[in-house]
């Protein structure tokens, strides 16, 4: 059974700093891309940022230049730090592995979420 927890969020002022972690385990072989999700109240949820195990990236516009993803494919980690957050970053984070290959076949799986507030 694949899972995915995530950790990092909480509560910061404008103009600051968080970094989020995903850690995936498993009888897990190999995740095609990571990533990270958002939502907000009300809204739907949307791609925030993703990698691939080469390392390709891809931003959504509103985070390009201040929020930066990474990964450790021996560790089946991904990370998110992100600089300068704004209000209206605020929402749940979500951690989303696709193209698992593990001992249960091959799939795509979520976190549970974190929450992360950006307010004064």
């Known amino acids: 059974q694949v899972q995915l927890v995530e950790s990092g969020g909480g509560l910061v002022q404008p103009g600051g700093s968080l970094r989020l972690s995903c850690v995936a385990s498993?009888?897990?072989?190999?995740?095609?891309?990571m990533g990270w999700y958002r939502q907000a109240p009300g809204k739907q949820r949307e791609l925030v940022a993703s990698i691939t195990s080469g390392g390709s990236t891809n931003y959504a516009d509103s985070v390009k230049g201040r929020f930066t993803i990474s990964r450790d494919n021996a560790k089946n980690t991904v990370n998110l730090q992100m600089n300068s957050l704004k209000p209206e970053d605020t929402a749940v984070y979500y951690c989303?592995?696709?193209?698992?290959?593990?001992?249960?076949?091959?799939?795509?799986?979520w976190g549970q979420g974190t929450q992360v507030t950006v307010s004064s």
């Open positions: 498993g009888h897990i072989f190999s995740i095609y891309v």
């Open positions: 989303k592995a696709e193209g698992v290959r593990s001992g249960s076949g091959y799939g795509t799986y």
